[in-house]
């Protein structure tokens, strides 16, 4: 391969007992070299305690240095890594080879799928162009709003306003929802779950005084009534959030600002 | 846009390179329109589900008179029509059904229209037959509803 690897070295590891054989099915794509993506299989020894941005690891050192994929943290906080693990949303970071995979006689039964997340264009291997994701994010100004002079302390809240907002302060910008919407795949227009969570972080916060502009905004044709409540961006949410009962409610809030 | 996409920051212009990156439909940008500020969407989605509970009361029970009720469906004549539409209960029944059934389904294939079709044109001509559809439908139902005549040979 064009970019180096770590060197091999004959000698097996003294204590390799616990290691199991898994393939990982990649979807590879390189614009520089053929116009095609094309799924490549490569077979690791591996742990199956580790995570599959372990694995992935594993293959750019080892075997293929030209494999192209996000990460910053390997935490689970920063958000590089989500992607179409075994065809479902997931953090490459915080998904347990053990987990999505039947282990028999030390072999998984199964390839691991690992694909670029959908709906965004596909620059390299595992890498999107996230700009229409943070533009949808941009345009429902997720910052705090207020008006009058600024205190001199801190904006006081209680615990029970705190509490209103707490699920939808959880998003790390993944896209891991917006990216399993089916209404996103086909019109990348829509806000998409995730600019619609962040925009539920400031409606439902007492402390900022935007929220009547957020509504307007998401009332709009590409706004929250695009939503069909398939519930595919709540599955995949890594940070657990209800990203679908957040939408909801901002719908709520319409129609009894309305009504 | 499809160039800017691709100049990443060491200034490599992958434009040049010859194979197609595909790109998801309708991409949302800086340019994307800002919003129309009205509640027709909202409106819309609220019609969906209040005219969605009504159609069921409405079909089922249009469905069972129909179909069930009193020997079946064939019973159904032109005599039958004529007679129940001499009631404006039934006249009434029909126009309401006719017209919440209709623009139900429109609403929905719109959704359906903004939901698939990816180029503006495409959805201006779809959406522009289903509305013209719509309409005709409507007011042919409507004509035939309020202008039934029984004693027609």
């Excluded at chain 1, 890498?127 to 600024?150: C, H, K, W």
């Excluded at chain 1, 709540?234 to 709520?252: F, L, M, W």
């Excluded at chain 2, 009361?57 to 539409?85: D, M, N, P, T, Y």
Aim: charged share 25%; net charge neutral; hydrophobic share 40%.
């Amino acid at each position: 391969m064009a970019t180096p690897t770590l060197e091999k070295t004959d000698e097996a590891p003294a204590d390799a007992g616990h290691l199991v054989t898994v393939t990982f099915r990649i979807r590879r794509f390189n614009p520089e070299e053929a116009p095609d993506a094309f799924w490549e299989d490569f077979e690791l020894r591996i742990d199956p305690k580790e995570r599959v941005l372990d694995a992935l690891h594993q293959i750019k050192w080892e075997q293929d240095g030209t494999l192209t994929f996000r990460r910053s943290c390997a935490h689970g906080i920063c958000g590089s890594d989500a992607m179409r693990i075994n065809g479902k949303n997931r953090l490459a970071c915080k998904t347990l080879i053990k987990d999505i995979t039947d282990i028999k006689d030390g072999v998984a039964a199964k390839p691991v799928t690992v694909e670029a997340i959908k709906g965004l264009t596909v620059l390299k291997d595992l890498v999107v162009d996230m700009d229409p994701f943070f533009q949808a994010y941009r345009d429902v100004m997720p910052f705090l709003i207020t008006s009058g002079n600024e205190p001199t302390r801190e904006r006081l809240q209680s615990s029970a306003d705190r509490e209103r907002f707490d699920d939808t302060t959880k998003c790390i910008l993944c896209a891991a929802c917006t990216s399993s919407c089916p209404v996103f795949w086909n019109d990348g227009q829509y806000f998409g779950p995730a600019a619609i969570v962040n925009a539920h972080r400031f409606i439902f916060d007492s402390r900022d005084e935007g929220g009547e502009q957020r509504l307007e905004i998401l009332n709009d044709r590409d706004g929250v009534w695009r939503c069909r409540t398939t519930f595919n961006c709540t599955d995949a949410c890594p940070r657990g959030i209800e990203v679908t009962k957040a939408i909801q409610e901002v719908k709520r809030a319409l129609i009894t600002r309305r009504f | 846009m499809s160039t800017e996409v691709f100049k990443v920051e060491d200034g490599t212009d992958y434009a040049a390179h010859p194979a197609p990156v595909i790109e998801p439909p309708r991409a949302r940008t800086a340019r994307t329109p800002k919003a129309t500020r009205t509640n027709f969407e909202l409106y819309g989605w609220l019609f969906m589900r209040v005219s969605g509970v009504l159609l069921v009361v409405l079909v089922l029970g249009h469905l069972l008179i129909q179909l069930v009720l009193e020997g079946g469906v064939s019973k159904v004549s032109f005599a039958f029509v004529a007679g129940r539409w001499a009631s404006p209960f039934w006249q009434a029944w029909d126009l309401i059904m006719l017209w919440l059934a209709m623009l139900h389904g429109a609403n929905g294939l719109r959704t359906i229209i903004n939901d698939y079709a990816e180029r503006d044109t495409t959805r201006f001509w779809l959406k522009m037959l289903l509305y013209t559809a719509t309409v005709f439908t409507v007011l042919l139902g409507t004509l035939v509803i309020f202008t039934f005549d029984p004693n027609i040979r």
